[in-house]
Protein backbone atom coordinates (compact mmCIF):
# COMPACT_ATOMS: atom_id res chain seq x y z
CA UNK A 1 0.00 0.00 0.00
CA UNK A 2 1.61 3.22 -0.59
CA UNK A 3 2.13 5.72 2.06
CA UNK A 4 -0.08 9.02 2.50
CA UNK A 5 1.87 12.07 2.17
CA UNK A 6 -0.99 14.08 3.53
CA UNK A 7 -1.44 14.73 7.02
CA UNK A 8 -4.99 14.30 6.24
CA UNK A 9 -7.63 11.43 4.70
CA UNK A 10 -7.69 11.62 1.17
CA UNK A 11 -11.22 10.95 1.60
CA UNK A 12 -12.04 14.34 3.71
CA UNK A 13 -13.93 16.80 1.30
CA UNK A 14 -14.31 20.33 2.39
CA UNK A 15 -16.36 21.22 -0.44
CA UNK A 16 -18.61 20.12 -2.64
CA UNK A 17 -17.92 21.25 -5.60
CA UNK A 18 -14.45 18.78 -6.07
CA UNK A 19 -14.66 19.35 -10.12
CA UNK A 20 -13.65 21.96 -12.28
CA UNK A 21 -14.88 22.00 -15.90
CA UNK A 22 -13.01 24.46 -18.25
CA UNK A 23 -13.21 24.70 -21.95
CA UNK A 24 -13.58 27.15 -24.80
CA UNK A 25 -16.74 27.65 -26.68
CA UNK A 26 -17.34 26.74 -29.91
CA UNK A 27 -16.37 28.79 -32.93
CA UNK A 28 -19.86 29.31 -33.84
CA UNK A 29 -20.32 31.22 -30.58
CA UNK A 30 -17.28 33.31 -30.78
CA UNK A 31 -19.22 35.48 -33.48
CA UNK A 32 -21.98 36.45 -30.98
CA UNK A 33 -19.36 36.33 -27.47
CA UNK A 34 -18.65 40.07 -25.91
CA UNK A 35 -17.53 41.32 -22.80
CA UNK A 36 -19.95 43.60 -21.64
CA UNK A 37 -23.11 43.63 -23.38
CA UNK A 38 -25.41 41.40 -21.97
CA UNK A 39 -28.60 40.49 -24.60
CA UNK A 40 -30.77 37.64 -25.79
CA UNK A 41 -28.65 37.33 -28.65
CA UNK A 42 -25.00 37.38 -27.01
CA UNK A 43 -22.98 35.55 -24.85
CA UNK A 44 -20.47 36.32 -22.12
CA UNK A 45 -17.35 33.61 -22.50
CA UNK A 46 -15.49 35.76 -20.21
CA UNK A 47 -18.42 34.97 -17.08
CA UNK A 48 -18.12 31.05 -18.17
CA UNK A 49 -17.53 29.23 -15.07
CA UNK A 50 -18.77 26.41 -13.86
CA UNK A 51 -18.94 24.83 -9.64
CA UNK A 52 -19.35 21.27 -11.06
CA UNK A 53 -20.53 19.29 -8.21
CA UNK A 54 -21.42 16.04 -9.98
CA UNK A 55 -20.32 14.15 -12.48
CA UNK A 56 -19.76 10.51 -13.98
CA UNK A 57 -16.61 9.43 -15.78
CA UNK A 58 -18.00 6.90 -18.48
CA UNK A 59 -16.84 3.37 -18.34
CA UNK A 60 -14.53 2.44 -20.84
CA UNK A 61 -15.25 -0.83 -22.88
CA UNK A 62 -13.05 -3.30 -24.89
CA UNK A 63 -15.18 -5.97 -25.61
CA UNK A 64 -13.97 -9.62 -25.88
CA UNK A 65 -15.11 -11.37 -29.75
CA UNK A 66 -16.30 -14.80 -28.77
CA UNK A 67 -15.14 -17.63 -30.75
CA UNK A 68 -16.42 -21.01 -30.40
CA UNK A 69 -14.69 -24.22 -31.40
CA UNK A 70 -14.95 -27.97 -30.78
CA UNK A 71 -17.44 -27.43 -27.68
CA UNK A 72 -15.19 -24.52 -25.91
CA UNK A 73 -14.95 -21.00 -26.20
CA UNK A 74 -11.81 -18.70 -26.86
CA UNK A 75 -11.99 -14.93 -26.06
CA UNK A 76 -9.80 -12.34 -28.33
CA UNK A 77 -9.79 -8.94 -28.18
CA UNK A 78 -11.59 -6.46 -30.91
CA UNK A 79 -9.03 -4.32 -30.06
CA UNK A 80 -12.44 -1.38 -30.51
CA UNK A 81 -13.24 0.27 -27.68
CA UNK A 82 -17.52 0.63 -27.36
CA UNK A 83 -18.83 3.95 -28.82
CA UNK A 84 -18.91 6.40 -25.18
CA UNK A 85 -22.27 6.90 -22.99
CA UNK A 86 -23.10 10.67 -22.94
CA UNK A 87 -22.14 12.56 -20.18
CA UNK A 88 -24.37 14.63 -17.42
CA UNK A 89 -22.70 17.22 -15.70
CA UNK A 90 -24.74 18.94 -12.77
CA UNK A 91 -23.54 21.78 -12.18
CA UNK A 92 -23.99 25.29 -9.84
CA UNK A 93 -26.07 28.65 -11.74
CA UNK A 94 -24.32 31.62 -11.57
CA UNK A 95 -26.13 34.80 -9.79
CA UNK A 96 -26.69 36.34 -13.37
CA UNK A 97 -27.55 32.73 -14.98
CA UNK A 98 -24.50 33.51 -17.82
CA UNK A 99 -22.97 29.84 -17.56
CA UNK A 100 -26.92 28.64 -17.68
CA UNK A 101 -27.41 31.02 -20.84
CA UNK A 102 -24.05 29.50 -23.01
CA UNK A 103 -25.50 26.19 -23.02
CA UNK A 104 -28.85 27.37 -23.44
CA UNK A 105 -27.52 29.31 -27.03
CA UNK A 106 -25.44 26.36 -27.84
CA UNK A 107 -28.28 23.97 -28.33
CA UNK A 108 -30.14 26.95 -29.69
CA UNK A 109 -27.29 26.83 -32.49
CA UNK A 110 -28.21 23.23 -33.04
CA UNK A 111 -32.07 23.63 -33.31
CA UNK A 112 -33.88 26.96 -33.42
CA UNK A 113 -36.41 27.65 -30.86
CA UNK A 114 -38.27 29.99 -33.33
CA UNK A 115 -37.31 28.29 -36.96
CA UNK A 116 -37.08 24.90 -35.77
CA UNK A 117 -33.71 24.48 -38.06
CA UNK A 118 -29.83 23.99 -37.85
CA UNK A 119 -28.08 27.47 -37.50
CA UNK A 120 -30.79 29.58 -38.20
CA UNK A 121 -28.39 33.09 -37.40
CA UNK A 122 -25.52 31.92 -40.11
CA UNK A 123 -22.84 31.17 -37.47
CA UNK A 124 -21.49 28.62 -39.12
CA UNK A 125 -19.41 29.08 -42.11
CA UNK A 126 -17.40 26.50 -43.48
CA UNK A 127 -15.98 23.99 -41.26
CA UNK A 128 -19.92 22.82 -40.04
CA UNK A 129 -19.02 19.90 -37.53
CA UNK A 130 -15.53 21.89 -35.93
CA UNK A 131 -17.90 25.00 -35.50
CA UNK A 132 -20.35 23.94 -33.21
CA UNK A 133 -17.97 20.84 -31.31
CA UNK A 134 -15.21 22.19 -28.91
CA UNK A 135 -12.94 20.24 -26.33
CA UNK A 136 -14.18 20.06 -22.65
CA UNK A 137 -11.88 19.29 -19.62
CA UNK A 138 -12.64 18.09 -16.27
CA UNK A 139 -10.02 18.49 -13.56
CA UNK A 140 -10.75 16.40 -10.31
CA UNK A 141 -9.48 18.31 -7.55
CA UNK A 142 -8.17 16.72 -4.63
CA UNK A 143 -8.66 17.98 -0.65
CA UNK A 144 -6.64 20.66 -0.91
CA UNK A 145 -8.16 22.22 -4.44
CA UNK A 146 -5.33 20.67 -6.68
CA UNK A 147 -5.72 19.30 -9.94
CA UNK A 148 -4.76 15.77 -9.65
CA UNK A 149 -6.54 14.27 -12.75
CA UNK A 150 -7.50 15.70 -15.88
CA UNK A 151 -10.88 14.09 -18.45
CA UNK A 152 -10.68 15.79 -22.02
CA UNK A 153 -13.51 14.95 -23.74
CA UNK A 154 -13.03 16.07 -27.89
CA UNK A 155 -15.24 16.91 -30.07
CA UNK A 156 -17.84 17.70 -27.74
CA UNK A 157 -21.03 19.16 -28.09
CA UNK A 158 -24.64 19.41 -25.84
CA UNK A 159 -27.39 17.33 -26.14
CA UNK A 160 -29.77 18.71 -23.26
CA UNK A 161 -29.85 21.75 -20.34
CA UNK A 162 -31.44 20.36 -17.41
CA UNK A 163 -34.27 22.07 -15.71
CA UNK A 164 -34.07 24.86 -13.02
CA UNK A 165 -35.83 23.78 -9.73
CA UNK A 166 -36.11 27.17 -7.74
CA UNK A 167 -36.85 26.16 -3.85
CA UNK A 168 -36.55 29.00 -1.68
CA UNK A 169 -36.95 27.46 1.80
CA UNK A 170 -33.61 26.16 1.59
CA UNK A 171 -32.11 28.52 0.63
CA UNK A 172 -29.41 27.24 -1.32
CA UNK A 173 -28.04 27.86 -4.95
CA UNK A 174 -29.68 27.47 -7.61
CA UNK A 175 -28.40 24.12 -9.70
CA UNK A 176 -29.01 22.53 -13.08
CA UNK A 177 -27.39 20.19 -15.57
CA UNK A 178 -26.19 19.57 -19.18
CA UNK A 179 -25.67 16.40 -20.91
CA UNK A 180 -23.03 15.95 -24.07
CA UNK A 181 -21.70 13.86 -26.02
CA UNK A 182 -18.15 13.66 -27.41
CA UNK A 183 -15.99 11.45 -29.63
CA UNK A 184 -13.18 10.46 -27.81
CA UNK A 185 -12.29 10.97 -23.81
CA UNK A 186 -8.21 10.98 -22.48
CA UNK A 187 -7.19 11.19 -19.26
CA UNK A 188 -4.21 11.94 -17.78
CA UNK A 189 -2.88 12.03 -14.29
CA UNK A 190 -1.63 15.16 -12.80
CA UNK A 191 1.52 15.69 -10.40
Known amino acids: MADN ?12 DKFKLVF ?7 KINTR ?9 QDSLQFA ?6 PAITVPALEIRYAGSTL ?13 TVNFTIDNEYNNYWVIYKWLNLLHDQ ?12 DDVFRDYQTDLTIYGLDE ?11 KAFPTDVGG ?9 EIESSFTFVYSQMHTQLLV
Open 164 to 172: ITFNYREGT
Open 52 to 57: IYGTVV
Open 36 to 44: EDRSNSRVI
Open 5 to 16: IYQQSVLNKSRN
Open 24 to 30: QIPNALK
Open 144 to 154: YNNEVIKFTYT
Open 75 to 87: YNSTHSKSSYPPV
Open 114 to 125: YSGTFDYDGLIQ
